[in-house]
C-alpha cells in the first residue's frame, strides 16, 4: 500500500481535492488536460532555474496566472462555482499577462498607477487573489487581508496612534500590484523558484515508491519494540512530512497505514489518533524542506538555507524525541504490543524501497552540501533521480502504463500543490504590503513591547498567544509571516537572534495541528479512526508537549540552534532539553502517583529553562 498525499477538503494548506471534470470532457481527456496544465507547471518552474535572469515581473505574475485555474476552476464543485471562477480566472490571468508584457514600461512608473485602466486592474488582481485564497483556504486569512486592504484604503480617518497620514490611491495599489511591495514581492518570489521546486520534486517521490520506503524502513526500524506500531507512525511521519509539509495531508496519507495497524493490534483509539496527529504535525518542523517554511525564512532572514536548516535540526529531532517517550509512558499504562512478526517487511523489501527515497535525498543533499549549487538546482538533480526511479517498482519490475500513470500522478499533485500554496502565499504577501506601506508593523511592535513592559519573556507568550490565535484559522506558514512581520523586530529589540525569533514565532504558528479549539490534524485523524476529537487531542496534548516547551527551550537555550557554529555546545544543550523533555513526558503521562508526576514536570520544566551555569 502506497501512501499518497489525500487532504481533507479545506484544511488549511492542504493539496486542493481532486478537480472535478468540466462537462463533455471524459474522464481520461479531463485528466490529460489536468495532466498538461500540471506539466506546464513543472516546466515553467524549473524552466526559470535554467532560462536566466527573468525579470520579477515576469516571472511572479505567471506564477499566479498557472496557479488560478487549479484553485478557481478545477477544484469548484458545482457548475456556479465553475463558471465564476472561469470567469474570475480568465480576469486574472488576463491581468498578469499584461503585467508580464508591460513589465518595462511599469518598472519605470516606480508604483505610482497612471490611468483609470490601471487601477482598475489592481483592484480585480486584489480581488480574484482573495477570491482564490479564499477558495483554496476558507475565510480567515482573506477576511484578515480584506482588513488590511481597508485599513490601507481608509486608515487616514482612524484618530490617535493606530491612524496613519494617508497614501494616494494610484500609489497605494500601484506598490501592492505593480512593484514588488505587494503580490509581487519577497515572498512570492520565494513561491516561484524556490518552495515549488520542492514542491514538485515531493509530488515526484509521492508517485512512485518512496511512500512505501518510508513505511518500510520504519517498522523494520521501530516495529519490533514495545508500541512498535506507534513508533512505526513517528518515524514514518517524521520521514513522509519532510518532504510534504503539510500536517493534515501528513495524516492521511500515513495514518491510512498506520491507524488501522494500532486498532488491529488493541490501541485505544483516543491514543492512535493522536499518536498520528502529533508524529504528523512534526513533519512543518522537519529539516530539510520544513513545508514552505524554511524557504519564507531564509528570504525572511538572511540565513543561508543550510544554516536554517542546521538551526531547525536538533529542536525537530527534540520533539519527535518527547513524542517517542511519551509512546513508551503510554506503552507502560495500556501494554501496547509490538507489530506482529508476519506484518514486518523483508529485509529485501527495506532495502529496495528505501532506495526509491534515499537516491533522491542523498543527490539533494550531496548537491546542495558537497557540490555547493543552489537548492533550487540541487532540487531538479533530485527531481531527475526521482524521476529515474518511476518506472521502477519493489520487485524491480517495469511497467509502461503504470510508469505513465504515475508520472501523470507527479503532474496532478504538483499543479494543485504549488497553486494551494501561491494562492496562501499572494494572500499574505497583500498583508505584508499593507503592513510596510501604512506602518502599522511598527505600530503593533511597539503595543508588544509597552505591553510585556519592555520584557522578553511577557513579550514571548504575547507572541506565542498570538500565533495560536492566528494560527487557528491560517496556514501554518501564513500565520508565521504575519506574526513574525509584527512580533519579531520587537523579539530581536529585546536581545533575540533573528534566527532564533523567527524558528520560536513559525513553531508557535504550528500549536493550532494539535491545540484545541481548531486543531486540523486531530480533527482527520479522529475522523479516520472513529473516536471523539475532544479525546485526541488530550492525548495529543500531551504527546505533543514538545511543540509547546521547545520554542521556549531555544530561548532559555540557544546553543541548542547553533550546530553551525559548534556541535559540542549545541549537543549538550539539546542533552539538556531532552532530560527536561524526559521529565515532562513520563510526569504528564505515567503512571506515578500525582504527587511525584507534578515532581518530574517541575524538574523538567526547572532543567530546560534554567540555563546551564544559571
Known amino acids: 500500500m502506497h501512501p499518497t498525499s489525500p487532504a481533507e477538503p479545506g484544511r488549511r494548506g492542504d493539496p486542493a481535492p481532486a478537480a472535478p471534470l468540466r462537462p463533455g470532457l471524459s474522464p481520461s481527456a479531463g485528466r490529460l ?42 477544484a469548484a464543485r458545482t457548475p456556479l462555482g465553475r463558471g465564476s471562477g472561469a470567469a474570475l480566472a480568465a480576469l486574472g490571468i488576463g491581468g498578469c499577462l499584461w503585467i508580464a508584457w508591460h513589465h518595462g514600461m511599469l518598472a519605470d512608473q516606480y508604483g505610482f498607477l497612471e490611468s483609470d485602466f490601471q487601477i482598475a486592474l489592481a483592484a480585480v488582481l486584489l480581488l480574484v487573489v482573495l477570491e482564490a485564497a479564499r477558495r483554496a483556504i476558507g475565510w480567515p486569512l482573506p477576511l484578515i487581508a480584506a482588513l488590511a486592504l481597508a485599513y490601507g484604503l481608509w486608515g487616514h480617518h482612524i484618530p490617535g496612534e493606530f491612524g496613519h497620514s494617508g497614501t494616494p490611491l494610484g500609489s497605494f495599489l500601484g506598490t501592492l500590484v505593480i512593484a514588488e511591495g505587494g503580490l509581487w514581492g519577497s515572498l512570492t518570489g520565494v513561491s516561484v523558484s524556490v518552495v515549488a521546486i520542492f514542491v514538485i520534486f515531493g509530488a515526484v517521490l509521492n508517485a512512485g515508491e518512496a511512500g512505501q520506503g518510508f513505511m518500510n524502513i520504519a517498522a523494520a526500524a521501530a516495529g519490533r519494540l514495545k508500541g512498535g ?25 500515513t495514518g491510512a497505514i498506520t491507524l488501522p495497524a494500532m486498532t488491529r493490534l488493541g490501541y485505544p483509539r483516543p491514543l492512535a489518533g493522536a499518536v498520528e496527529a502529533v508524529a504528523s504535525s512534526g513533519g512543518q518542523i522537519m529539516p530539510p524542506l520544513m513545508g514552505a517554511g524554511a524557504f519564507v525564512m531564509v528570504e525572511l532572514t538572511g540565513v543561508p538555507y543550510t544554516g536554517v536548516m542546521a538551526a531547525a535540526l536538533l529542536p525537530a529531532l527534540l520533539y519527535f524525541f518527547a513524542v517517542w517517550i511519551g509512546i513508551n509512558a503510554f506503552a507502560s499504562r495500556y501494554d501496547l504490543p509490538p507489530i506482529a512478526a508476519e506484518d514486518k517487511p523483508s529485509g529485501r523489501d527495506v532495502a529496495i524501497t528505501s532506495a526509491f527515497f ?70 499574505a504577501s497583500i498583508v505584508i504590503g499593507v503592513l510596510g506601506i501604512t506602518g502599522l508593523g511598527v505600530k503593533i511592535t511597539s503595543l508588544i513591547l509597552s505591553g510585556s513592559g519592555g520584557m522578553l519573556w511577557p513579550s514571548l507568550l504575547l507572541t506565542a498567544l498570538a500565533c495560536l490565535v492566528l494560527g487557528m484559522e491560517v496556514p501554518t506558514t501564513a500565520a508565521y509571516v504575519i506574526c513574525v512581520s509584527v512580533a519579531g523586530p520587537a523579539l530581536t529589540s529585546l536581545g533575540l537572534e533573528p534566527l532564533q525569533a523567527h524558528l520560536f514565532v513559525f513553531w508557535f504558528a504550528l500549536l493550532s495541528t494539535i491545540t484545541p479549539p481548531v486543531c486540523g490534524a486531530v480533527f482527520i485523524a479522529a475522523g479516520m479512526v472513529g473516536e471523539n476529537w475532544l479525546k485526541v487531542a488530550g492525548h495529543a496534548m500531551a504527546l505533543g508537549v514538545g511543540l509547546y516547551v521547545i520554542p521556549l527551550a531555544m530561548v532559555a537555550n540557544p546553543d541548542v540552534i547553533r550546530l553551525a557554529d559548534g556541535a559540542l555546545p549545541a549537543l549538550l544543550a539539546a542533552a539538556k532539553i531532552a532530560f527536561g523533555l524526559a521529565g515532562i513526558s513520563y510526569g504528564l503521562i505515567g503512571a506515578a502517583r500525582l504527587p511525584v508526576r507534578a515532581a518530574m514536570v517541575a524538574a523538567g520544566v526547572a532543567c530546560i529553562l534554567v540555563p546551564i551555569g544559571g
Not at 506500531?229 to 496519507?253: H, Q
Not at 518511476?390 to 500513470?405: C, H, I, K, Q, W
Open 229 to 253: 506500531a506507534a513508533k512505526v507512525s513517528v518515524l514514518s511521519s517524521a520521514l513522509f512530512g519532510s518532504i510534504s509539509g503539510s500536517a493534515s495531508a501528513n495524516v492521511a496519507s
Open 33 to 74: 488536460a489536468l495532466a498538461a496544465l500540471g506539466l506546464a507547471v513543472i516546466v515553467f518552474h524549473l524552466g526559470l532555474i535554467f532560462w536566466g535572469l527573468v525579470p520579477n515581473l515576469v516571472a511572479r505574475p505567471l506564477h499566479m496566472a498557472l496557479a488560478l485555474p487549479w484553485v478557481l476552476v478545477f
Open 358 to 427: 534515499l537516491i533522491p535525498f542523498t543527490v539533494l543533499m550531496w548537491a546542495m552540501l558537497g557540490a555547493g549549487v543552489t537548492p533550487q538546482y540541487a532540487a531538479c538533480l533530485a527531481i531527475l533521480a526521482g524521476a529515474l526511479l518511476l518506472p521502477v517498482d519493489a520487485r524491480l519490475s517495469l511497467d509502461l502504463a503504470r510508469t505513465a500513470a504515475r508520472l501523470e500522478n507527479a503532474c496532478l499533485t504538483a499543479g494543485r500543490q504549488v497553486a494551494m500554496i501561491a494562492a496562501i502565499i499572494l494572500c
